[in-house]
Every structure is written in structure tokens, then in C-alpha cells.
């Protein structure tokens, strides 16, 4: 993934850094300057992606390992791209937590009004099948339980 990697020779860095040295980052530039405009957006694009992808997946991870690690009704662990965050009560929901680009301390008390579950428990509680009374009286206050 071109987050992990220097923009400039491709030496493995933190995911944080783009360069992984101020000469990398000075020659880069320069060649940068030298390429049509076109081909420096669709690039640039490219590596953003990729970076807020990393991004979503980092925080998602800290997310899911907040809310207990896997699913408040069937204890379903096996994939990240299967847990969601379901909101308790839609009427006190500030914003989504899938793809957002806030900071822990802004994402955590919207946490604390979801229950975390996976996509099968998830589309049975919107059809009614589960009942939210029986999971979150289930889970309790502590939104971080994950036990039923």
C-alpha cells in the first residue's frame, strides 16, 4: 500500500510519513513540478485513497475493540468488514461512525450511544426480528460489554 511506503523511493516508513527522509522529499517535489497537471491530480488522489483508507481501518479496529470486539447479540468475531455500529436511540445520533474523519475523543461518546453488531443481527434488528430492549437490557449500561 503506497501509505506504508516513501512517495519517493518506495522505502518502507511509518504510516504517518509520506518521505522517509527530507532528500527523498526535496527530489520528489522537484520532479513533481516537472509532470503535467493531470497526471499529478490523478496521482495525488491515488495516495489519498489509500492513506484515508488506512485511516478508516485503524480507527475502525480501535472502534470495534472499544465496543468489546464482536457482536453484542451473537458474538460474531470472524471479519472487521462485518461489525457495525447500531445507534440505540436514532433521535440522539450526531453523525454516522462509518468513514468518518474525526478524532478518537469526537467518535467515542457517539460510541457510547451504539451497540456493536454484525451485518446478519444488524438487518434483524431493522426488520424487528431482535428487539433493541432485549440486547441493550442484555449488554447493560457499560458500552464496552459485549456479553448476552
Known amino acids: 500500500m503506497s501509505g506504508n511506503h516513501c512517495k519517493c523511493c518506495q522505502k518502507p516508513i511509518r504510516i504517518s510519513y509520506v518521505y ?3 532528500e527523498c ?3 520528489f517535489q522537484e520532479e513533481e513540478k516537472l509532470r503535467p497537471v493531470e497526471e499529478r491530480i490523478v496521482k495525488d488522489r491515488k495516495y489519498y485513497r489509500d492513506y484515508m483508507m488506512s485511516y478508516h481501518n485503524r ?3 480501535k472502534a470495534v475493540e472499544y465496543k468489546g470486539g464482536c457482536c453484542q447479540i451473537c458474538g ?3 471479519c472487521l468488514r462485518c461489525l457495525t455500529f447500531h445507534h440505540i436511540d436514532p433521535s440522539e445520533k450526531d453523525f454516522g461512525i462509518a468513514n468518518v474523519s474525526k478524532s478518537w475523543e469526537k467518535i467515542r461518546p457517539e460510541l457510547d450511544k451504539c451497540i456493536l453488531l454484525c451485518l ?4 434483524e434488528v431493522h426488520e424487528g426480528l431482535i428487539t433493541l430492549e ?3 437490557g442484555a449488554v447493560g449500561n457499560d458500552p464496552t460489554n459485549s456479553t448476552v
Not at 120 to 123: Q, V, W
Request: hydrophobic share 20%; aromatic share 6%; glycine share 6%.
Open 20 to 22: 522517509c527522509n527530507s
Open 25 to 27: 522529499r526535496n527530489k
Open 59 to 61: 480507527t475502525k479496529l
Open 76 to 78: 460474531y468475531v470472524k
Open 120 to 123: 446478519n443481527c444488524h438487518g
Open 134 to 136: 432485549q440486547v441493550v
